[in-house]
């Protein structure tokens, strides 16, 4: 468990614990059930993989595969399901969903967890709208087997039941940090860092001399938007900047913007869907240009998966979200914390398992 609290295991904690974790199974059982209903197909990606993702923030778990010979090859636990499943709508899948146990390093908090469960599914042939109304309804039905009225967290809270609010990037700068985000971003996806920086600056948002455009986005958005978002209603804030969607494409009519959105509840990332890159020689710049920021920030950066890349080139238009279940059962309980929907957490490290 978390530094300071006790062992998950001490019979009196798990009696506190039990009401959660059982919410957690039924609500399990009826998404698995809303999503047989619409015929998707349950999946199950490999956990080891060749590459653990190519954005540059996520940090994955190295392992080494010896094959029959004795040689030793790098994988890692992936942190999504994403690229399997890609692999699996180009081989001709048109609705699937996984509940995935994914793995991300440097990640601990009351939010994060090394491991955890990723509920992805994906839609060929549909718009990344159709998994806004998607959203919409699991959030529904996931506090109705929980048997909640209310999502709660930290003494915020909405209404499941409600339709989500939609907000643009755009909308949301200008109202919660009086900022116009798209002047610094231009339609061959150049940003403006000075400019994006001076109207932080302006807003009383701190800078400094070594952070990136995408440092201070980042910024603005942790410390003035996502506070205000999912409040009374859940929100869905979509339009992100194409430099900020690694994995989508950019949206018809406006190629400052990509198809993405992020569904928030109480304040809280639930989920981040994309209208999905087909185009593989652009993911693999984009990919490339991510592991060489990586290496700058970090001083590593992890392989390309080619596989993925041949399997894109022939993948049919689509869309896929990624919603964090554990989040989702922390919230229709009204849980602290995500160890307190984790039926075994991880134990810290030198505490074995206390």
């Not at 003494?155 to 940090?177: K, M, W, Y």
């Not at 022939?314 to 914390?337: H, K, N, V």
Request: net charge negative; proline share 5%.
């Amino acid at each position: 468990m978390t530094a300071g609290h006790p062992p998950f295991w001490r019979p009196d904690i798990h009696a506190d614990r039990r009401p959660a974790l059982l919410a957690r199974n039924r609500i399990k059982a009826a998404l698995r059930r809303w999503f047989d209903e619409r015929d998707f197909v349950e999946v199950e990606a490999a956990i080891l993989q060749v590459s653990p993702g190519n954005e540059t923030h996520l940090h994955g778990f190295g392992t080494t595969l010896v094959d029959d010979a004795g040689a030793g090859h790098p994988y890692y636990l992936h942190t999504s399901p994403e690229f399997a499943a890609k692999k699996l709508l180009t081989a001709g899948e048109c609705r699937i969903f996984d509940f995935a146990r994914v793995f991300r390093n440097r990640e601990r908090t009351a939010l994060h967890h090394p491991e955890f469960t990723m509920l992805e599914w994906y839609r060929a042939g549909e718009g990344y709208e159709t998994l806004m109304h998607d959203s919409a309804a699991l959030l529904a039905e996931a506090a109705r087997a929980a048997g909640a009225t209310t999502l709660r967290w930290r003494g915020v809270e909405a209404n499941p039941f409600l339709q989500p609010e939609r907000l643009t990037l755009q909308q949301a700068f200008i109202r919660h940090a009086g900022i116009d985000l798209l002047r610094t971003v231009t339609a061959d996806h150049d940003v403006d860092r000075g400019g994006l920086a001076a109207d932080a600056i302006e807003a009383g948002i701190r800078v400094a001399d070594d952070d990136t455009w995408s440092d201070i986005f980042s910024r603005i958005l942790s410390e003035r938007i996502e506070p205000h978002l999912g409040r009374g209603r859940a929100t869905i804030l979509c339009e992100y900047p194409i430099s900020e969607a690694a994995l989508a494409r950019p949206k018809p009519g406006d190629p400052r913007v990509a198809e993405r959105f992020e569904l928030y509840a109480c304040g809280v990332e639930l989920a981040n869907a994309f209208g999905e890159l087909t185009d593989a020689g652009e993911q693999r710049r984009r990919f490339e240009a991510d592991m060489d920021e990586k290496q700058r920030i970090y001083g590593e950066r992890y392989p390309i998966d080619e596989d993925f890349l041949a399997a894109l080139a022939q993948m049919p238009q689509a869309s896929g979200i990624a919603m964090g279940f554990d989040r989702l059962a922390m919230l229709c309980t009204g849980a602290r914390r995500i160890e307190d929907v984790l039926w075994t957490p991880v134990a810290q490290p030198g505490r074995g398992g206390a």
